[in-house]
């Protein structure tokens, strides 16, 4: 009986980690999909990512306000993407190249800025985080409540994302014209819609996802920022949208998925297993290459994705 | 032909790019990372000019800081010439990184069980580990690429991420952890392995030339072989290459192969010839500055040599910096991947012009 119990209340308690796991993966995938459905391969999500964790914290430290530190990422991550969709949409500089670029600046300027600004403090400081908001009635169900509705805003904002990126996609003139840019940009230019306004707005967005989503990882829940701590999820995300081919839901599934083996790994670390940690930390890296190894679709992709328009 | 339409003034795509734009191209962009350097400067409260001359100080004011600023640049020519060979097929190869690693790690590998030969018989099985090391790994990225489609982006990119696991299942209370030592890292390597000093008085070893030979190697590789050619032809126009009766795989495979037998020399320059131990830190972070190193030394071999050295100067004049005017080395890192966006965004503004449109 008890150990039933002691069952039950550790799948729930990882299938909770999953959710709040999944938060900045989500975020910033659905701002991904959207930038790649435009035909834009944005490569600096993990850069934006890193920045929006940085100055998330930094402007919550400041100002003493989480939801501006919120704000300051957001538009972190939206500058961030306006000099990529510059130097790629208009400039047509080399997406990856660019991607790598902005990754870099990333990484060195929040490593600088972090030690310029808590210079001779050997540790940053914490900041308070943003606490969990159940749900009234809905976090009273049994079992599911805790799991869905005694989560962060941030979260419930993430997940009520996907539907609300599907329906705009699908079923709205503007998603329709975001999905021309990326399959068929003449056709839009025939038509009389500038391919570089759709594109620029498309990859803002994403860049401003990004820079939540970093910010989810600071103030959201780790309440401290440390050097290189998206560690990969930038990365990960894109894997995410290849995974999830394109659309809302998969991608929903897809980062469920890597967020459950992460939330797993916690879990196995947690109860003391005699497995090597770094066994359980890389485990991510390699389940994103098995997985685009043997994926049985190849479909999905924008059909220029990646290829900037030139108009001839 | 046009990109954008600012009210009467339109910008369009030059139809060829004019003798000297490059060259004013690259003018502005120095002048641009350069100014917005100064401005980090200022708001980390030193004077950029105070902060520009300890750079310059602490990078050639000496024999000791030359050669120190000759050693931070030996890594970074080998991982430039890994990415400007990949880069000039237009295969992405971001994983240098890891195969550093690789390439560190196999030599360590085979060196550390060679202890009591002479240094003529381990000085070449180092060499020979760390190309072996290197390109395997990065033949891991080349199957997965023509095998299972994979992007070798996204591979290149996790196997860096993987690598680094696998040496601290190593390091820290692994097989290689130095006995009853603390650190992550392996005990001290036996003198005889290591690689010999050029110049007394300095930390110069005999890496540099190694990698000075490796950019002639690589220049002759693409000037003057069928691989050059095809690795040329890839990156113009796979198509073509294919409609040509080319194996594209094997290009790819084999372009893969030197790419990354170049970035595990790297790993050998750094342990064998500056910290004399295997350890995460020694050889951290060279994969990555070495595809700025390619893209600023214009994918050209002598090119990436210049920029190695240039950015040799900056993380060793960093330190210096970081002492005289308090703003910390790390402000480098950040400084290198402005150059980057700033000269990648000026050579290609030289491919356009500003018109005024007249109106009918």
């Known amino acids: 009986m008890l150990d039933q119990l002691l069952q039950a209340s550790i799948l729930a308690s990882i299938a909770a980690a999953t959710i709040r796991i999944a938060t900045p993966l989500l975020l910033a995938a659905i701002g991904e999909l959207v930038a790649e459905r435009s035909g834009v391969y944005n490569m600096g999500v993990e850069g934006m990512m890193l920045m929006g964790a940085f100055i998330g914290y930094l402007a919550a430290y400041e ?42 600046l990333g990484a060195g300027l929040s490593n600088y800025w972090l030690r310029a600004a808590f210079a001779g403090e050997g540790k940053t400081p914490v900041i308070p985080h943003f606490s969990d ?67 620029y707005a498309a990859v803002i967005f994403g860049g401003i996802m990004a820079g939540i989503g970093g910010a989810f990882l600071s103030v959201g829940s780790a309440a401290r920022f440390v050097p290189d701590m998206t560690n990969g999820r930038g990365w990960l995300v894109i894997i995410i949208v290849i995974a999830g081919l394109w659309r809302p839901w998969p991608v929903l599934v897809a980062t469920l998925a890597f967020s459950l083996l992460d939330a797993l790994q916690l879990q196995i670390q947690g109860i003391g297993l005699d497995v090597p940690y770094q066994l359980l930390l890389m485990m991510p890296y390699v389940v994103a290459i098995v997985a685009l190894a043997i994926r049985p679709s190849r479909g999905g992709a924008p059909a220029t994705l990646g290829v900037p328009y030139l108009r001839e | 032909m046009s990109a954008i339409t600012l009210a009467a003034w339109r910008l369009e795509r030059r139809r060829e790019q004019r003798p000297g734009a490059r060259f004013v191209g690259l003018a502005v962009a120095l002048a641009g990372a350069l100014i917005l350097c100064s401005l980090l400067f200022v708001a980390a409260g030193a004077s950029p000019l105070h902060a520009f001359s300890a750079l310059l100080k602490g990078s050639f004011g000496s024999l000791r800081a030359t050669g120190e600023t000759l050693v931070k640049a030996t890594p970074l020519i080998f991982t430039g010439l890994a990415a400007c060979v990949a880069f000039r097929a237009r295969i992405w190869n971001i994983g240098a990184e890891g195969q550093v690693f690789a390439g560190a790690m196999c030599a360590f590998w085979i060196q550390h069980n060679l202890a009591g030969f002479p240094a003529a018989v381990q000085l070449p099985v180092i060499v020979i580990a760390s190309i072996v090391g290197g390109a395997l790994y990065a033949g891991i990225a080349a199957v ?36 009853g030592g603390f650190f992550e890292q392996t005990a001290r390597i036996d003198k005889s392995a290591w690689l010999p000093v050029l110049l007394s008085g300095t930390r110069l070893h ?57 970035a595990g020399l790297a790993g050998i320059t750094e342990v064998y010839g500056v910290h004399h131990r295997l350890k995460a830190g020694a050889i951290m972070g060279y994969g990555y500055t070495g595809i700025i190193v390619a893209i600023l030394g214009q994918l050209h071999p002598a090119g990436i040599v210049v920029a190695a050295i240039l950015f040799g100067a900056l993380v060793n004049g960093g ?42």
């Not at chain 1, 169900?141 to 990126?165: E, H, K, M, N, S």
């Open chain 2, 206 to 262: 005999a890496g540099f030339l190694l990698a000075l030979a490796a950019a002639v190697l690589v220049q002759i590789l693409l000037s003057r072989t069928p691989l050059g050619y095809e690795i040329k032809a890839a990156g113009s126009n796979l198509r073509a290459l294919e409609v040509q009766g080319t194996n594209v795989r094997r290009v790819i495979l084999v372009v893969l192969l030197v790419s990354g037998a170049l």
């Open chain 1, 63 to 104: 100002s003493g306000s989480l939801w501006f530190g919120v704000f300051a990422a957001a538009l972190t991550g939206g500058l961030m993407a306006l000099v990529f969709a510059i130097m790629t949409i208009t400039l047509k500089v080399e997406q990856i190249v660019t991607g790598l670029a902005l990754n870099l």
């Open chain 2, 144 to 179: 997965l690429k023509t095998r299972f489609s994979v992007d070798e982006v996204i591979s290149t990119v996790m196997l860096n991420y993987i690598i680094v696991y696998v040496l601290s299942l190593l390091l820290l209370n692994g097989p290689w952890s130095e006995a």
């Open chain 2, 319 to 360: 330190t210096l910096m970081q002492i005289e005017t308090g703003v910390p080395s790390a402000l480098i890192y950040a400084i290198e991947a402005i150059l980057l966006l700033f000269f990648l965004g000026g050579w290609s503004a030289c491919n356009f012009r500003l018109r005024r449109v007249r109106h009918a």
């Open chain 1, 133 to 199: 908001v159940p749900i009234p009635g809905l976090s009273e169900l049994p079992l599911v409540g805790p799991i869905l509705f005694d989560q962060r805003v941030l979260t419930y904002l993430a997940f009520l994302l996907v539907p609300v990126v599907w329906f705009f996609l699908f079923r709205t003139r503007y998603g329709l014209i975001v999905r021309c840019a990326g399959e068929n940009p003449k056709a839009l230019d025939v038509k009389g819609v500038g391919v570089a306004p759709v594109q």
